[in-house]
């Protein structure tokens, strides 16, 4: 396949995932119900922002034009792809790399994100058979010539083992902060609730840990984040709730809630899900440091001075996981 016929076939499936299918909505429908973290919303968001972010003509095109992408088919590397699972569609950006640089991709999707994935690349190879030559699924991957994994600290030692041997990119655990400065707008607080509450936090780069300034006022910030009020009705987010409210209670832990989300004072960037939480700064705080020294644990960065509020969940095509230039990698295989 030419870059042409595969920027071709990646238009036609941004036409695809944008319709109302009755096929594509089965599949959907079927998501939900067999990964209840999955919930409809989040996997329309999921939808669009691959729609709008990686699939545009000009976007496909660019990307293409900035590392040099030939049009004519290149003798290929398979490159072994482990998907994680924690939100819908979220190995795609690296199916999409691994695709439009012309190489071969073996992948093995996660069993919590398996009919979305696969349901894609089907459509893929039944508009165009060659298709079929580049894009397979297996549930162990053998014989590639470098791999791209995506897992746990625990499955990273895993795919270390494994993989280590070769060209890799392994990630593992990450997530992401904000820093607010107590001069955000009400929009601007309801969009920081949408970097944190999209896919019930799940993500890597969900805001799961705020910086404060001292005397911070959280009324605000708890209003705004009513407006994920709703998740208390899925069992699944509601149990965690519950869960977690009930240790910082018994713990004696300081706490804020909304009936909804939790903040409690902590400094770990990690939150459990329906929790949030905080690390307060004073004038003297050498803040910055302090965000660098934690750096192999971040993936995005949210406020005035950083990624912009609302948009921690819709990265573009160059803002690769970790921050690893995804397709420089597959580049510097053919060196």
């Known amino acids: 396949m030419t870059l042409q016929e595969r920027i071709t076939l990646l238009l036609r499936l941004r036409e695809y ?118 894009l397979q699924f297996a549930e162990k991957l053998s014989n590639c010539s470098a791999y791209i994994a995506t897992g746990s600290n625990n499955s990273s030692r895993y795919f270390d083992y494994y993989f280590g041997k070769y060209p890799n990119i392994i990630r593992k655990n990450r997530t992401s902060i904000a820093v607010l400065d107590g001069s955000e707008t009400a929009e601007e607080l309801a969009l920081l609730a949408d970097d944190a509450m999209l896919f019930f936090g799940l993500g890597c780069r969900n805001v799961t840990q705020l910086y404060v300034p001292e005397l911070y006022d959280f009324v605000p910030l708890l209003t705004a984040f009513k407006k994920y009020a709703h998740f208390i009705e899925y069992h699944k987010y509601k149990h965690n709730f519950d869960y977690h409210l009930a240790l910082l209670i018994m713990g004696g832990k300081y706490y804020m809630n909304n009936d909804t989300t939790i903040f409690t004072p902590n400094e770990s960037p990690f939150s459990p899900v329906s929790q949030i939480h905080y690390v307060t700064y004073g004038q003297g705080t050498a803040l910055k440091e302090l965000i660098e020294s934690k750096k192999e644990l971040i993936q995005c960065i949210v406020g005035h001075e950083y990624t912009p509020f609302g948009k921690a969940q819709s990265p573009g095509l160059n803002e690769y996981p970790d921050g690893v230039d995804t397709m420089a990698f597959i580049a510097s295989l053919s060196k």
Not at 21 to 37: C, F, G, L, V
Not at 63 to 79: F, M, N, T
């Open 17 to 134: 995932i944008l319709s109302n299918s009755p096929e594509w909505e089965a599949i959907k429908e079927r998501a939900y119900r067999e990964n209840q973290w999955f919930i409809p919303e989040f996997i329309e968001t999921s939808v669009k922002n691959i729609a709008e972010q990686f699939l545009s003509a000009d976007s496909l095109k660019g990307w293409a034009k900035s590392y040099e992408l030939l049009d004519q088919p290149v003798l290929g590397h398979k490159i072994g792809i482990v998907m994680a699972g924690n939100i819908p569609l979220v190995g795609f950006h690296d199916l999409l790399c691994v695709f439009l640089s012309g190489q071969e991709a073996m992948i093995k999707a996660s069993s919590k994100d398996e009919l979305l994935i696969k349901h894609l690349v089907n459509k893929l190879i039944e508009w165009n058979s060659a298709a079929q030559h580049v």
